[in-house]
């Protein structure tokens, strides 16, 4: 009910910046998802990064960075995958499959 509630309210402007981060997050969720698991399965360095600073830091600063640094990975590669063809082909067939990325 709060996230509906929340919502409500966010669209009623549409038009700021957040909210346009926001909508892109939701139109490339599956991008984010997968970018999300190759950071989990493939790379970790978010287990090594909790590991080493949770001794330095305390948990609390711990868990901002470790969650900071899981939005940054996930922002980077959500806005790298238009500029990469090969990748772009797989994640966003239905937009760049047959067609070059035009500029704005």
């Not at 990064?49 to 948990?59: A, C, E, S, V, W």
């Not at 990748?87 to 499959?97: D, K, S």
């Amino acid at each position: 009910m709060c996230i509906i509630r929340v919502s409500d309210w966010l669209s009623h402007y549409p038009n700021a910046r957040p909210i346009k981060w926001l909508k892109r997050y939701g139109q490339l969720s599956l991008v984010v998802l997968c970018f999300h698991l190759i950071d989990l399965n493939v790379i970790g360095i978010e287990g090594w990064l909790t590991n080493h600073l949770i001794t330095h830091m305390g948990p609390l600063v711990t868990t901002i960075i470790a969650i900071s640094y899981r939005i940054g990975f996930v922002t980077v590669a959500m806005l790298a995958i238009p500029y990469l063809p090969g990748i772009r082909a797989c994640f966003l067939p239905r937009q760049y499959l047959f067609r070059r990325l035009q500029r704005r």
